[in-house]
């Protein structure tokens, strides 16, 4: 089974500044630019290990390569873990899988603030060649009670608004401090000319060349906007649910009734005078 791919970051560096500092607006991928505006998928960037489940009848684990070691306290996380649910796998997966997970803790990169001792958080699972949906990861991380990384909403979930809100800082939902970054899948899988997947990941020690990662401002900052990005979409999912609600209760058969809702913003039968 294959190691997990680079995850290229979205703008160019740099290279004879201090601190290789990236070049916004200089995106390392055209797909990037092109998809900019789109709604992305994003998730909280962990900061660790990457680790490898490779299951094809047997379980095997890995690091970022097959040679890279994996520290004794994961290691025996990982065999408690998965040992006792052999049944779990063949059930599931009767033709193999990967499994990708970030190792994260003490001991682990700057792990210790999220978590007091050595642990595995799911990324991603890919089942031949194909790479699972978010439902489906959630329902493999329900199925084996394990942890997934959390999805984050900034604005409308535009790779524009990841950057902005990456830039401007957020507060980590492991806890009171900044979070590392953000990583970021178009909502449908897409793969480069190259046949590369199409991710990006956004960090924001790249916007604080010479400044700390965690700065006090970042955690007060960042529930206003990640408040503001619900409460905007909770009013998006409520219009498309009221026109939904509309449309259906407008479109009487024939087209000769009246209409029951009156509403031209939320239903465009209204709006058109359909049946009037």
């Known amino acids: 089974m294959p190691e997990y791919h680079k995850i290229q970051t979205m703008f160019k560096r740099n290279m004879e500044a201090p601190g290789r500092p990236l070049i916004e607006g200089h995106w390392t991928l055209g797909e990037f630019e092109y998809l900019a505006l789109n709604r992305w998928q994003l998730t909280e960037k962990v900061a660790g290990q990457n680790i490898r489940l ?17 520290p004794a306290p994961l290691y025996a996380r990982l065999m408690d873990r998965f040992y006792p649910q052999i049944v779990t796998f063949e059930r599931r997966f009767p033709t193999g899988a990967t499994l990708y997970f970030e190792g994260y803790g003490p001991g682990i990169e700057n792990g210790g603030k999220y978590r007091s001792d050595q642990d595995i958080v799911l990324l991603d699972v890919k089942v031949g060649e194909w790479w699972l949906r978010r439902s489906s990861l959630e329902d493999v991380a329900n199925r084996f009670s394990l942890p997934i990384v959390p999805i984050i909403h900034t604005g409308n979930d535009t790779l524009l608004d990841a950057i902005e809100l990456v830039k401007n800082g957020f507060q980590s939902r492991w806890g009171a401090f900044e979070a590392e970054g953000l990583v970021a899948k178009p909502m449908m899988e897409l793969r480069t000319r190259g046949g590369d997947r199409i991710i990006t990941k956004i960090k924001a020690q790249d916007f604080r ?19 503001d990005a619900e409460m905007e979409r909770s009013a998006l999912f409520r219009v498309k649910s009221e026109f939904q609600y509309s449309a259906a209760s407008c479109l009487i058969p024939g087209g000769k009734a009246r209409h029951k809702c009156g509403d031209s913003f939320i239903c465009s039968l209204c709006a058109s005078g359909f049946g009037n």
Do not use: C, H, Q
Not at 54 to 67: M, N
């Open 209 to 227: 060349i010479g400044v700390p990662i965690i700065r006090r401002d970042a955690l007060e900052m960042s529930r206003k906007t990640l408040e």
């Open 54 to 70: 490779e299951w094809d009848g047997r379980i095997s684990f890995f690091g970022k390569t097959d040679k890279a070691l994996i």
